[in-house]
């Protein structure tokens, strides 16, 4: 079993800066990537950034050039660092891990994020 926990959400004004965290622990043979993704009220969740096991990243378009996605220093853990932090970016916002050799996909239980104007 693989359990996926995030941290670090909260309020903050636009403008503003947050940093979310999510680690990956449980029975991993290897992981392939880990992602966040986003969900805001009424719409369907979205991905924001991913990163690959070989370094490759990508990003939502609403998101580039704010939004960092990089590796933390334990092992199976990724940051997203969101600066310049818009009201359109309020969302629960959501980790996920996908794993090998069978490409099974983990996901956390989501960290608030609002932004105010």
């Known amino acids: 079993q693989v359990q996926v926990v995030e941290s670090g959400g909260g309020l903050v004004q636009a403008g503003g800066s947050l940093r979310l965290s999510c680690a990956a622990s449980?029975?991993?043979?290897?992981?392939?990537?880990m992602g966040w993704y986003r969900q805001a009220p009424g719409k369907q969740r979205e991905l924001v950034a991913r990163l690959t096991s070989d370094g490759r990243t990508n990003y939502a378009d609403s998101v580039k050039g704010r939004f960092t996605i990089a590796r933390d220093n334990a092992k199976n853990t990724v940051a997203l660092q969101m600066n310049s932090l818009k009201p359109e970016d309020t969302a629960v916002y959501y980790c996920?891990?996908?794993?090998?050799?069978?490409?099974?996909?983990?996901w956390g239980q989501g960290t608030q994020v609002t932004v105010s104007s």
């Open positions: 996920n891990a996908e794993t090998l050799p069978y490409h099974y996909v983990y």
């Open positions: 449980g029975s991993i043979f290897s992981l392939l990537s």
